[in-house]
């Protein structure tokens, strides 16, 4: 065999050697399948081994969990029609996940956002008599008209502090249209760890999704009046000391969203210090505050703006029990614009014990920060 030929023998075994890295390079990047949810709203299906969750400097040596330790009970309740149009559009691939494909300026703008979720005006009930291993409950979302510059959301939480230093998870619905882009509800996650640096649902690293069906950022489109009701669980594993996000849907088994690692937060090895449930709002710039809950006024007392429900708490040895079993407090940040009151509801045609929360209106009352 001539000298030419093995030269360009070599060259073309070079050639394809490098094509097969290319290919397989871009693995990680390409997704096997996408969801175009609406005009910008899609979803890719990312291998759950190069999801951008992994890529966080803590997490280099992290093992995947791929199902929580901790058994969720199946929880039925009639609560009406729940009346969404948000049909399950998503499913992916077997070992493909479902993430939200960002923009760089909702990237941005969640960073923006991420760092005043700790100064809104907030209609709270909590426990701080821990340590807590989770926290659940039943709760609706609204359509609301918020603007631009407003936020409006209702959620669960668990957190613990020390010092000058904050761990801190929460999950449930919110309204946010500098950094959604729309007025539509959205569900959303939010964590704030060692770093001391918070982060919206996939738009930075650090959150890990298993399910292959609900994503962590999902948007529904709500009708004007109708609720739309949803159990959410947070919960650490008892063999990771991961925190899992558990979603209840009506009529449908529950599913384990995925989980926010352990590595990611110093505070909460051992459960958490504080638990709470409540309504948020972020005020504009001139002050005047966005409706929260089903926006309704209170009306002296006599109607409610938001309910939360079947409230339980998970106790250090992981037994569950209701929120009033534990000394709570409620949390107002101004109480010209908010109420709290606890009693009996029957929004599930049983009564359980509710936490009402009774918002003091938009219009020329000003309620911001």
């Known amino acids: 065999m001539s ?31 996408s969801f175009k949810i609406s005009e910008n709203v899609t979803y890719d299906c990312i291998d759950i081994y190069k999801q951008p969750g992994l890529k966080h400097h803590l997490l280099k040596t992290h093992k995947i969990q791929m199902k929580s330790s901790v058994s969720r009970p199946e929880l039925k309740m009639q609560i009406g029609k729940n009346e969404t149009s ?26 923006m956002f991420a760092e005043k979720h700790f100064h809104p005006l907030s209609a709270d009930i909590r426990s701080t008599t821990g340590p807590f291993r989770g926290v659940q409950a039943w709760f609706s979302a609204n359509s609301l008209n918020v603007g631009k510059n407003q936020v409006s959301y209702s959620q669960i939480y668990i957190g613990s502090g020390s010092e000058n230093q904050v761990n801190y998870i929460s999950a449930g619905w919110i309204i946010n249209p500098g950094l959604y882009g729309d007025q539509r509800v959205w569900t959303f ?19 890990v999704q298993v399910s292959k069906v609900i994503p962590i950022v999902e948007p529904y489109y709500l009708k004007t009046g109708v ?19 558990t979603q209840h849907m009506e009529d449908a088994p529950n599913e384990d969203i995925g989980y926010w690692p352990k590595e990611l937060f110093n505070l909460l090895d051992d459960g958490a210090n504080m638990v709470g449930v409540g309504g948020v709002v972020q005020a504009s710039p001139s002050g005047l505050s966005p409706p929260m809950g089903n926006g309704n006024l209170p009306n002296g007392g006599r109607q409610d703006s938001g309910i939360f429900a079947n409230i339980e708490v998970l106790n250090s040895n992981y037994e569950q029990r209701k929120m009033n079993y534990f000394r709570t407090e409620n949390l ?29 209106g938009p219009g020329g009352i000003s309620c911001g920060v």
Not at 86 to 111: A, F, M
Not at 227 to 245: E, F, K, V
Request: charged share 20%; aromatic share 12%.
């Open 332 to 360: 107002l940040d101004s109480e010209k614009c908010y109420g709290l009151r606890i009693g009996t509801v029957k929004p599930f045609h049983r009564t359980h014990l509710g936490f009402f929360f009774n918002y003091g």
């Open 3 to 33: 000298t030419r030929i093995r030269i360009a023998l070599v060259v073309n075994l070079l050639s394809l050697l490098f094509l097969i890295t290319i290919v397989h390079s871009n693995q990680s990047t390409v997704p096997l399948r």
């Open 86 to 111: 948000n049909k399950r559009k998503i499913g992916c691939p077997n070992g493909t996940v479902p993430i939200l494909r960002n923009t760089k300026e909702y990237v941005t703008n969640s960073q």
């Open 189 to 207: 996650g939010f964590w704030k760890g060692k770093d001391e640096k918070g982060c919206y649902n996939t738009a930075c690293s650090g959150f």
């Open 227 to 245: 609720p739309a009701w949803m159990r959410y669980s947070i919960h650490q594993d008892r063999n990771t000391g991961n925190w899992w996000i």
